[in-house]
């Protein structure tokens, strides 16, 4: 006689658990997030981009600032933003013009402030570069190394920012529920307003969670421009253009 079984229960779908990277990689190439994310494929070697692909890769630059940075702003204003600098050259005139404008000197709430959110059925996780205070007000602060910021990429930083304030409306981030957005242009030391639109950022996020729940990878029309030339996987990718 077979031992009485217990009545199965259903499976439960783990919660998604996604970066704005992975939002961003997703809005731009489906294929290309789910080589990185649900694959788990390693991006392939440097040597087998090609040369523009190479020369676009500024994360060094990019990594080295922000943490010059995050390490000034937590030493304190008496501090030498040159002596913390471990980079290329290129990042030197960016930290001197970020230095000499207003909010650098704004008093420090919080620097590389992490948090889990949860929104649409997923699990959001941020890092805010900076948090400050100016005049009275929070302010949400990222930091952008980019050697460009058009339209589309703006969108897609503004989008950024939107979701760390719908973080810091849940009381996940010091300085308030209602802070202030600032998009920092570090090439050119430009402080970048970024309007609010709480209803926008969740339908963004539920639709990406949507698709990725479905396991929806299609590519459709709002994809044709996808920068396929900059992707690392595209010497693998049979839907590369």
Known sequence: MRPRREDAKPRVAPE?????????????????????????????????????????????????????????HAAGPDADLHSLYVGPEAGVPMLERYAAHPLAGARTLGVEVEFNLRLAGARMRGLVDRVCEVDGRAVLIDYKTNASLDAKLRDAYSLQLRLYRLAAGRGLLPGGTSPDLVLFDMRRGDAITVTPDDAAVEERVAAAVRKIAARDFALGPEHAERPCVLCAYRPICKDRR
């Open 16 to 72: 998604p658990e996604l970066s704005f990277s992975d939002l961003h990689d997703f809005e731009l190439c489906p294929v290309r997030y789910r080589f990185r994310r649900v694959w788990g494929v390693p991006a392939p070697p440097d040597e087998l981009l090609n040369r523009a692909a190479r020369d676009s890769r500024s994360s060094e630059l990019g990594a080295a600032v922000h943490a010059a940075l995050a390490a000034w």
